[in-house]
């Protein structure tokens, strides 16, 4: 069982929802440079929907969201099924959850710069991990499922 988020990490998690509206797509854009450094990573995700910009938009959608909604996750279970289903379809494993969090944390304070600070980053990871723990769950379920 997933660690319930703590009240202040949600509401830090919640007050960025401005900036990544503002700043989503770059900070998804720069995390996909970032995480592609890694050629089998790379080898996971469709090429022309990165090229295209749906893939990037698609991530800062799905990250405005959860911001939005993370003190409802109720409202995400849609967006987790298609999610998981995709990750499923592609290959995504456990042990590809660090890199995107390496990918991503940095990619945020690289976009947002001195507008972020440690508190937030921190705040962000804890999200993440949470968010993560929930989809890594989702997926072995359905990879069981696949198996069997």
């Not at 660690?3 to 007050?15: N, R």
């Not at 999200?127 to 696949?146: N, P, Q, R, T």
């Amino acid at each position: 069982m997933t660690k319930p988020l703590s009240a202040e990490t949600i509401a830090i998690v919640k007050s960025t929802a401005p900036a990544l509206q503002q700043h989503g797509v770059a900070i998804t854009s720069r995390m996909y440079e970032r995480l592609f450094v890694d050629p089998e990573i790379k080898k996971l995700f469709d090429m022309a929907a990165q090229e295209s910009g749906e893939q990037p938009k698609r991530l800062a959608g799905a990250i405005l969201a959860f911001s939005k909604n993370v003190d409802n996750l109720g409202a995400l279970t849609q967006a987790v099924e298609r999610m998981t289903t995709r990750h499923v379809e592609t290959g995504v494993k456990p042990e590809h959850y660090p890199a995107v969090a390496a990918a991503l944390l940095p990619a945020i304070k690289d976009v947002l710069g001195d507008a972020v600070n440690d508190q937030v980053l921190e705040a962000w990871g804890e999200a993440y991990w949470f968010l993560a723990d929930i989809l890594i769950g989702v997926e072995k379920a359905k990879y069981e499922a696949v198996a069997a």
